[in-house]
């Protein structure tokens, strides 16, 4: 009979296998083309798509923070890779999303969706290692390199005429499936709970107000756009996931 330990993994498999088995069943996935049609499109001193620009400022001022963080409270040791990776994959995210959204379109999106998928995958396999087992190291670089080819092989895909976001879709969303269950089922050993919870409620407004764009943005009168605000929550979630990492959070 199979105890409860050894029964945790075969969750996270589970979730992982049927994941990638209903993606397999799906037709490919093109990227939306109204994606790159955005409600505030407002033009402030020359800067396209102002806002939605500018509010990529604040993945820049969340890694700028994290670093005398880092430096002050050091990560576990163990850890220090995968918080190094992070902070770079916001810092270069913050200038990629600009240039995207300042002239949207697939080359544009490259720079936009490759930081944040290294960051992403970086954070993930960290929660492994501190949750899981310290093996999910092995997983690293794996997992770096499955991130940045999910992007190029969308962009090649799309320059075939028949795009395919079936792996970017991967690594976007089964680490917000394995998460919960993780956190569930298991103890950390070096990280903090809250501050990821506190992250993973940000990242999930984030991707709320992003859907919603067009209706925040009638709803606060053209102040601001829910694309726009999801900078702003992306950024706060990437923050305390930093604060999640650190011995004295």
């Not at 990776?85 to 999303?97: D, N």
């Not at 709970?193 to 992250?199: E, G, K, L, M, S």
């Amino acid at each position: 009979m199979v105890s409860m330990i050894e029964r945790k993994p075969l969750v996270l498999i589970g979730i992982s296998v049927v994941c990638i088995a209903i993606l397999l069943w799906q037709e490919a996935i093109p990227q939306d083309q109204s994606y790159f049609v955005f409600a505030d499109a407002r033009t402030w001193f020359g800067i396209q798509n102002a806002w939605n620009v500018l509010s990529n400022l604040g993945f820049l001022v969340a890694a700028i923070l994290a670093v005398p963080l880092f430096m002050r409270f050091k990560p576990a040791l163990e850890l220090r890779l995968y918080v190094r990776v992070f902070i770079c994959g916001v810092f270069v995210t913050g200038f990629g999303s600009a240039w995207f959204h300042w002239a949207p379109n697939n080359a544009s999106l490259v720079w936009d969706r490759l930081p944040m998928t290294i960051a992403f995958s970086s954070f993930i396999v960290c929660v492994l290692h501190d949750y899981v087992t310290n093996k999910a190291r092995i997983w690293f670089w794996p997992a770096m390199a499955f991130s940045v080819a999910s992007v190029l092989f969308w962009y090649w895909t799309e320059t075939l005429g028949r795009g395919d976001l079936r792996p970017y879709v991967l690594v976007q969303f089964l680490p917000l499936l394995l998460l919960p269950a993780i956190m569930l089922m298991y103890q950390p050993k070096n990280t903090h709970r809250i501050p990821i919870v506190i992250a993973f409620v940000f990242y999930i407004l984030a991707k709320i107000t992003e859907h919603y764009d067009g209706q925040i943005y009638e709803l606060t009168q053209h102040f601001v756009s829910g694309h726009s605000l999801k900078h702003l929550l992306a950024a706060v979630a990437s923050f305390y996931i930093l604060k999640a990492c650190l011995r004295e959070a």
